[in-house]
């Protein structure tokens, strides 16, 4: 059954990791948000999944938050910050479609070698995940660094922390639910505090391409 | 492996794929005229379009060559050989110890090539565009196939096909690892790709402007567009083929045994109706691509080819 | 007699008749003469040199020669011809005898504008200096030979003297050829001082190298890498290439591409596999990144350049770092210990050293009788040649199919062995050797896919459609001798496919001898079939290429039996416009856009677009003016500097030449005096 499981675990990562992809794929803000909503599910089935196999009765608290918090209630807040300032798409990236994603496959399989260590420490059967894990906090980071919308590295950020979590699940096979709680506060305050800062850019610029923050200097 | 009946069971199942081809393609194009609410041409259109089309006479542009009268019968012949290769039935075949997965790849190519040459010849602009877009499709779909194909090799240690089949059919779990899965998924997207689907090229448009594969065959006519299309057809076939019993080879038989060839032959058939609803349904819901935005769909196509090769690795 | 004087006689009739065409010579006055005489000696002295290398081959047992008593204290002379040097020596004698036969016709273009005589003679020099530079055994040897080499080849390069591109061809290769010389010397002056041997022979230097400190290992290394390199035309030395390529007469275009190049393989096979024996893992990985950046940056220049022998010279770069990424995967598996799968990898690399000379030279062959026929390299100015080069155009194809690496032709052979030579290391224990190697895989995959695609666009806008020219219209197939040439290396296509097994066990008996080689690879009862050990994959040329010819003569049976067979002639279908001209196909240029389009972060091209509109409404255009260069950033951000370096030291040395006899004679004094007086200081 572990088998399986570790299958279904690594595959459950890959789709996590994928949604993560389709950041640099696809250039249109709703379908971002619909790719973290379908990422936060993912995860949160996940989480559940290793619950059961761990009998961890913890970790479907965890999964339950994850499904209600990232799942339904920050991908609302987005939509309503997309529909308030009509940005539909994200244009013009600082790399181009075909080499950001060239770029993040390789950023996936450098987290393959990095991770490396780690899987031979580990015992539990979702390791073959860690890596996954490891890649999407480096695509995540990639997404922040080379995209122009605020709101697109607000997702960034967002899918960053999803990372995080899954790194947590799938490596320790599930952490202390207070430190858990404690790391959602933490995205769940950044989240607000970029919130504010999005909105107040688009008050001072009226857009949100942060392109135009380097006006600041004059 | 069973050298004499075995030869005549590959060349039965290769001629075998050449009769289904059309009607695959058929069954894809009655699905769809039914999802969208069409009555849609029967399922034995296709044949009935060979059959006319070799009836046919063949107009020749006065600027051709022979390279316009040779490139039918290489993109033909190619192709048929391609279909010898695939395991439709049954695995193991003679022709196993001859080519692999690579060389299937790399004979689909100079099919590909030969397209696009008699594309060029008679000097039409359409030819021109469609032989240009043809080519650069194939060369970026060609890293995503051969990680996929790494990542086949990876779990089962070849990459002949007999051997990736046997491997799957003795541990059918295999199928559902991530790195077979997230194969298929780059594979699937290669096919569409390479045989001219949605949202890749239309199958059915002509309109100059955006067709690929319908440009190149534009001053084709008679027995050589019969030639083209249908060896088009049976690539569409032959990748069915592959995507269904490389990924999915439950019911493939390893024996000669009757009873079991037909249980095979009924699974597989059983697997490419699946197979062609699914692209069915596929084609009605999205729309064409740009041309541009190609590359990036490959590419996505590249990232899981990676992403299957480093999870197979990683498995191991 | 017998065995022991026959390579004797061999290497006699090699040098013999390569020193023959100088009698070319002395016939100024009859072009006719010097280039029978040119073709015949180089014709001998090639076949003599294939003879030699195939008994060096088949024997195992080294042909050698040495004359002391010149050049005494650098060693002297010494020639060995081992199995290594003798498998060059058969590829470069093998594109020698094809070229020379196609440049007894070819060369008659040249007559009565360019000394036909001083041809010949260069180029049989040229040739003599390759087969020496394979046997040369020691130091001062090699160098001679390297030397000898770079400066006949120069003066071929420059045949067409009097037009200024092709001076400046000429310069930079010359330029290039001696900063690698340097980088050679360097590496082997380190390597000759710090064995402490006396003649720096090969076998001397190999002996020591061992106990040699890692750092002296690592700069040799990295000199010669960078040394011979250059000469192979690794990226970034690699911009003399598709200079002086298209700048030479087309058979000597061939053999600088079937052989020189492969003599900066050969050298660094010579030292990072020989001479240095095992070194550490960050060597392999050095060549397999240079391969692979040579690989991708060869194809993807190939693909958008429109003049047909820079085409070709751009894939010379890219087959180059296809060998590489053979050589450099071999090299890492060596130094991890897994010596099958590093003999696979060196294999592979060998095989395609061989099938790029095959196809490469017969590429240039055909190009030099389109060149011949129509005065122009330039593609666009081509077209329609299939109807009018009936001998020329099949043999273009063989050729464009073999770089394609398409089956059944032997540039898939090898391709496909390269490819299962890297699946072991994908499945090494060692991560970053596993990711390596994967963006290894996929660094071939597009390599192949583009070089397709550059195929498809160098035949089929050149030979095929109507012509753009009217040159190109009139355009007539080449005279007999060239027709030899090019068919019988167009046919050493297919043949080196069919041969695969032999010419495996061949290459597997030069690595034998350089290295440790587990098992007898390919198995005894092998038939055609190829194995690749450790992946257990197979592969059968002959078997494709017979169920290939099988099924297609099964079709064309079948349609010609069963199917209508009416034609009839009618035009082009161009929108409902009856006549088609030349100016509506698609050029060169629009072939290559969508993937120009797709890698632009790359060429990063300078597009100008200038619409000319009707000043009464933007609707109506009047004219569109459409400009694009691809500026070469090599050039510019790494050479670029170099040059504007070099540039000014030379202005600064400038005020030394004052034109004075008498200052250069104090010049001359003063070096005398600074020399004595740090002699009688030591």
């Not at chain 3, 081992?82 to 020596?89: H, N, S």
Request: glycine share 10%; hydrophobic share 55%.
């Amino acid at each position: 059954m572990d088998h399986v499981f570790s299958h279904v675990a690594v595959l459950g990562s890959s789709g996590v990791l994928l949604c993560g992809i389709i950041l640099l794929w696809r250039r249109s803000l709703p379908s971002y948000i619909t790719a973290f909503r379908w990422q936060s599910i993912t995860l949160a089935g996940l989480t559940a999944g290793v619950a059961y196999f761990g009998e961890d009765r913890n970790l479907y608290w965890v999964a339950a938050m994850i499904l209600a918090l990232k799942g339904l209630v920050m991908p609302r807040l987005l939509e309503r910050m997309v529909r308030r300032f009509m940005a539909d798409s994200e244009v013009r990236p600082y790399v181009n479609t075909a080499s950001s994603l060239v770029i993040s496959g390789v950023l996936v399989l450098l987290a393959y070698a990095a991770a490396r260590p780690i899987q031979a420490l580990a015992t539990s059967p979702t390791r073959g995940g860690v890596p996954l894990a490891l890649g999407l906090i480096f695509v995540s980071l990639f997404v922040i660094v080379s995209r122009r919308k605020a709101i697109t590295q607000v997702i960034g950020f967002l899918m960053l922390e999803n990372g995080i979590a899954l790194l947590a699940v799938l490596g320790t096979y599930g952490v202390p639910l207070i430190v858990e709680l404690g790391v959602f506060l933490d995205a769940l305050m950044g989240f607000l505090v970029m919130q504010i800062f999005v909105y107040d850019i688009h008050d001072t610029f009226s857009t949100i391409d942060v392109d135009v923050l380097n006006r600041l200097k004059h | 492996m069973f050298r004499g009946p075995g030869v005549a069971i590959e060349i039965a199942q290769s001629l075998l794929a050449l009769m289904l081809a059309p009607a695959l393609v058929g069954l894809v194009r009655w699905i769809k005229a039914r999802l969208q609410s069409r009555q849609g041409a029967p399922v034995w259109m296709p044949y009935a379009q060979l059959r006319r089309l070799f009836r046919k006479q063949v107009v020749v542009s006065p600027h051709a060559s022979w390279v316009f009268h040779v490139a039918p019968f290489v993109v033909f012949g190619a192709t048929l050989v391609v279909s010898l290769l695939v395991p439709i039935a049954v695995t193991p075949l003679p022709f196993n110890d001859v080519a692999d997965l690579f060389t299937l790849v790399y004979l689909l190519m100079l099919a590909t090539v030969f397209l696009a040459l008699g594309g060029l010849d008679p000097g039409s602009a359409f030819g021109g565009m469609g032989s240009s877009r043809e080519m650069t499709i194939a060369a970026l779909s060609e890293p995503a196939v051969a990680l996929a194909i790494l990542s086949l090799a990876m779990v089962s240690g070849s990459t002949n096909l007999g051997e990736i089949a046997a491997r799957t059919v003795a541990d059918p779990a295999a199928a559902l690892s991530p790195g077979y899965a997230l194969a298929f998924v780059s594979l699937f997207i290669v096919m569409l790709a390479e045989t001219g689907r949605l949202p890749v090229d239309n199958p059915s448009t002509h309109l100059e402007l955006t067709m690929i594969h319908e440009a190149m065959v534009l001053e084709y006519s008679g027995p050589y567009l019969a030639l083209l299309e249908w060896a088009s057809w049976l690539k569409f076939f032959v990748f069915c083929v592959l995507a269904s019993n490389l990924f999915v080879p439950w019911g493939l038989s390893t024996s000669l045994e009757p009873g079991a060839l037909a249980v095979a032959l009924a699974t597989t058939l059983i697997k490419l109706v699946v197979l062609a609803a699914a692209v069915a349904v596929l084609e009605t819901r999205v729309a064409k691509l740009r041309l541009f935005r190609v590359p990036e769909l490959l590419a996505v196509s590249f990232v899981l080819g990676l992403l299957a090769a480093a999870s197979s690795f990683a498995l191991r | 007699m017998g065995e022991t004087l026959l390579p004797q006689t061999l290497f006699l009739a090699m040098v013999g008749g390569y020193a023959a065409t100088a009698a070319a010579l002395v016939v100024p006055q009859s072009p006719r003469l010097s280039r029978w005489v040119g073709a015949a000696g180089s014709t001998i002295g090639a076949s003599a040199g294939l003879a030699l290398a195939a008994a060096v081959l088949v024997t195992g047992t080294p042909f050698v020669a040495q004359a002391p008593g010149i050049l005494t204290p650098a060693g002297g002379l010494l020639l060995s011809l081992d199995r290594l040097g003798a498998l060059f020596l058969a590829v470069l004698s093998g594109v020698a005898i094809p070229a020379s036969v196609f440049g007894l016709g070819y060369t008659a273009g040249y007559g009565g504008r360019y000394s036909l005589g001083w041809m010949a003679f260069n180029t049989g020099g040229f040739l003599l200096a390759m087969s020496l530079v394979v046997c040369a055994a020691n130091v001062i040897t090699l160098v001679l030979a390297w030397e000898l080499m770079a400066l006949a080849s120069y003066f071929l390069v420059v045949t067409e003297h009097d037009d200024p591109a092709v001076t400046r061809a000429g310069v930079w290769y010359a330029a290039m050829t001696h900063a690698g010389l340097l980088a050679i010397l360097a590496a082997f002056f380190l390597l000759g001082a710090a064995s402490g041997s006396t003649g720096w022979s090969f076998g001397e230097l190999r002996s020591a190298s061992p106990s040699l400190s890692p750092v002296v290992r690592n700069a040799v290394f990295l000199l010669a890498l960078a040394g011979f390199g250059s000469k192979a035309g690794l990226v970034p030395l690699h911009i003399w290439l598709p200079r002086a390529h298209p700048a030479a007469p087309s058979h000597v275009s061939a053999l600088m591409s079937g052989a020189m190049v492969k003599l900066g393989l050969y050298g660094i096979l010579r030292v990072g596999l020989d001479l240095l024996g095992v070194g550490p893992l960050w060597w392999g990985t050095v060549v397999i990144g240079l391969g692979a950046a040579s690989a991708l940056v060869g194809v993807l220049y190939a693909l958008v350049d429109d003049d047909l022998k820079r085409l070709l010279a751009y894939s010379t770069v890219e087959n180059v770092g296809l060998v590489c990424l053979g050589i450099g995967a071999g090299m890492v598996f060596r130094s991890l210990g897994d010596l099958e799968a590093s003999a696979l990898a060196f294999t592979a690399a060998l095989l395609h050293v061989i099938n790029h000379a095959a196809f490469k030279g017969t590429l240039f062959l055909a190009v030099g009788s389109i060149v011949h026929a129509t005065g122009t390299r330039d593609m666009n100015r081509l077209g329609g040649l299939a109807r009018r080069m009936p001998w020329t155009t099949p043999v273009f194809l063989v050729g464009a199919l073999g770089l394609a690496a398409l089956p059944p032709l032997n540039g898939f052979v090898s391709e496909w062995l390269l490819f299962q030579s890297f699946l072991p290391g994908v499945a090494s224990s060692r991560a970053s050797i596993a990711v390596l190697l994967t963006l290894g895989v996929g660094t071939l995959a597009l390599a192949g896919g583009l070089a397709a695609a550059t195929c498809v666009k160098a035949f089929g806008i050149s030979c095929l459609a109507i012509p753009r020219s009217s040159r190109a219209e009139a355009a007539h197939d080449a005279p007999g001798s060239m027709r030899a040439g090019m068919v019988a290396l167009a046919l050493a296509c297919p043949a080196l496919a069919v041969f695969t097994i032999p010419l495996l066990r061949t290459v597997t008996s030069v690595l034998g001898e350089l290295m440790a080689v587990p098992g007898a690879w390919p198995p005894p009862n092998a038939g055609f079939t190829v194995q690749a050990p450790g992946v257990d994959a197979r592969m059968s040329p002959v078997a494709i290429l017979v169920v290939l010819v099988g099924v297609l003569a099964g079709v064309w049976l079948a349609v010609r039996l069963l199917a209508s067979r009416r034609r009839r002639t009618g035009e082009t279908w161009g929108c409902g416009r009856i006549v088609q001209t030349p100016r509506m196909q698609y050029t060169a240029t629009a072939f290559a856009e969508p993937l120009r389009r797709v890698f632009d972060e790359l060429y990063r091209p300078a597009d100008d677009l200038i619409v000319d509109v009707h000043p009464d409404s933007r609707y109506f255009i009047q004219g569109i003016e459409y400009r694009s260069r691809l500026p070469r950033w090599f050039m510019r951000f790494l050479y670029g500097p170099v040059v504007q370096a070099v540039v000014w030291a030379a202005t600064r040395t400038r005020t030394l030449q004052s034109g004075s006899v008498n200052l250069y004679l104090a010049y001359i004094v003063a070096v005398l005096v600074v020399l004595l007086g740090l002699t009688i200081g030591f």
